[in-house]
């Protein structure tokens, strides 16, 4: 079965540089969700989209931006980059809000 | 969403059914409780979820008591592949809510030879 594609999975970017990562939802799913995981620590809910407008929005810093797009995969842009967020960035997407949610194999972020 | 405690960490022996209790004394009823597990860096995992009836599939089973309090994952027959973290997360079924899910410390089960 198709599963959640990330890209790239691996990643590594200097201070103050920007990153963009994407996400590509399993055929037929609607919604989809950013997580982020930092190092020894339990993911955290970022952003989430339906149907290309955003619906739920969490802990995400003001230098991240996101968005959907028509063929339903997302990208987070995160800008600015600085050493604590290196971390592990998860997309997870579902047939429809509330549904169970699947994750994709997540991408390795590094600032350095 | 509700609050869920889980116990740190369990050992299982290979072989043995691994039985993972979760606390969520404060869940609604409208609130299903969902596992999810992680190994090692991965993508979390989904296993199981259950609103009010107990769940089985072919990964686990999922135990809900009658007061919908407190909840028990079963892996039956458990391999050295389970050892992971496994989260047991309560999320809203409905209302303005789109489904985040908000992962607690989860339990590090892990399975010896």
Same mark, same amino acid.
């Given at each position: ?38 190092? *020894? ?6 952003? /989430? ?5 955003? /619906?739920?929005? *969490? ?23 600085? $050493? *604590? ?18 994750? *994709?194999?997540?991408?390795? $972020? $590094?600032?350095? | ?30 609130? +299903?409780? +969902? ?10 995992? +989904? ?5 009010? @009836?107990?769940?089985? @599939? ?39 809510? +789109? ?15």
């Amino acid at each position: 079965a198709a599963g959640v594609i990330q890209s790239p999975r691996h990643l590594i970017k200097e201070k103050r540089e920007t990153a963009t990562l994407k996400c590509y939802p399993i055929p037929r799913h609607d919604t989809v969700y950013w997580y982020q995981q930092g190092p *020894g620590q339990d993911p955290q809910f970022l952003i /989430s989209f339906y149907e290309k407008m955003q /619906s739920d929005k *969490g802990s995400i810093p003001d230098r991240f931006s996101a968005q959907q797009f028509s063929d339903y995969h997302s990208e987070l842009n995160m800008s600015s980059l600085e $050493l *604590g967020d290196s971390a592990l960035y998860f997309c997870a997407s579902s047939p429809a809000p509330r549904e169970t949610q699947y994750f *994709g194999p997540g991408t390795r $972020l $590094l600032v350095l | 969403d509700a609050k869920t405690t889980q116990p740190p960490s369990m050992d299982c022996a290979e072989g043995r059914a691994a039985n993972l209790p979760c606390n969520h004394s404060t869940i609604s009823g409208n609130e +299903y409780v +969902y596992w999810y597990r992680q190994i090692h860096s991965q993508g979390p995992q +989904y296993i199981i979820h259950g609103l009010k @009836n107990n769940e089985t @599939n072919e990964m686990a089973s999922l135990i809900i008591t009658e007061d919908r309090k407190s909840s028990t994952l079963i892996l039956p027959h458990a391999t050295l592949r389970d050892t992971a973290v496994y989260y047991c997360i309560v999320r809203v079924a409905g209302g303005t809510s +789109y489904g985040k899910l908000t992962f607690g410390q989860g339990t590090i089960l892990t399975v010896h030879p």
